[in-house]
């Protein structure tokens, strides 16, 4: 199994709602990352997990609120989003040692979710 | 800063021929280079990376070159199908504390038929 599977594939919410996104990975990985992406601009890395254990948050808004259940699992929890939230949210595994300067190599991203906030 | 950019933001190339994208980087110190693809509505898919150490590194039918001197890094893809046409991203990882991957704008290629 070589993929990062991402769920739902499309979320509609609204500004008060409380969502989740998950994301799940069984190739071993111990790196796991949760990116943002606007329409035609390249992903922007949110926030890191390394053996489980949050190791970056990219200044991140409190409204998501990450969470590593166990290494294959990753969530991300959405709470009073913002219209300008709306993106796609990608997630992503890496191979490389994390907390190595060979860290943050080679990742595998999942297909995402587009995420409307209304 | 640091920076990794994109020279051309859209190239379009006949089908069969073959495509170079371009991308220059700021940081000297960057160790680690990748490609990705992404079409729409995917998630970026690997395509190959290169280590500092190397110049040129070769898949299939993809090539990544890398010139430190300028600090370009180049993918090029022979014999371009339909399929090819998507959003390719390079992206740098330096040697700061962090070791995070620096993604640069990206650009897009059009196969035409």
């Known amino acids: 199994d070589t993929e990062v599977t991402q769920t739902p594939k499309h979320l509609v919410m609204g500004m008060t709602n409380k969502k989740s996104l998950k994301c799940e990975q069984h190739?071993?990985?111990?790196?796991m990352y949760w990116y943002k992406q606007k329409a035609k601009k390249p992903p922007e890395l949110m926030f890191v997990?390394?053996?489980?254990?949050?190791?970056i948050n990219e200044s991140v808004p409190s409204r998501f609120s990450p969470e590593c259940p166990n290494s294959s699992l990753l969530n991300l929890h959405l709470h009073a989003l913002q219209p300008e939230d709306s993106a796609l949210y990608l997630c992503?595994?890496?191979?490389?040692?994390?907390?190595?300067?060979?860290?943050?190599?080679?990742?595998?991203f999942g297909s995402g979710t587009q995420l409307s906030v209304l | 800063g640091e920076s990794v950019g994109l020279h051309l933001p859209t190239l379009s190339v006949q089908e069969g021929d073959n495509s170079i994208i371009n991308c220059a980087y700021s940081?000297?110190?960057?160790?680690?280079f990748i490609w990705y693809k992404q079409e729409s509505g995917k998630g970026p898919q690997f395509i190959i990376d290169i280590r500092s150490n190397m110049d040129k590194r070769q898949g299939q039918r993809v090539t990544v070159l890398l010139n430190k001197t300028v600090k370009h890094l180049s993918l090029q893809i022979a014999a371009t199908q339909p399929g090819d046409s998507a959003v390719y991203f390079c992206?740098?990882?330096?040697?700061?504390?962090?070791?995070?991957?620096?993604f640069g704008s990206g650009t897009r290629l059009l196969v035409r038929p």
């Open positions: 992503a595994s890496s191979p490389s040692d994390p907390g190595t300067r060979w860290a943050n190599e080679k990742l595998f």
């Open positions: 190739m071993g990985h111990r790196a």
């Open positions: 992206a740098e990882k330096g040697l700061d504390s962090s070791y995070k991957l620096i």
């Open positions: 940081n000297s110190a960057s160790d680690y």
């Open positions: 997990y390394s053996y489980e254990k949050l190791s």
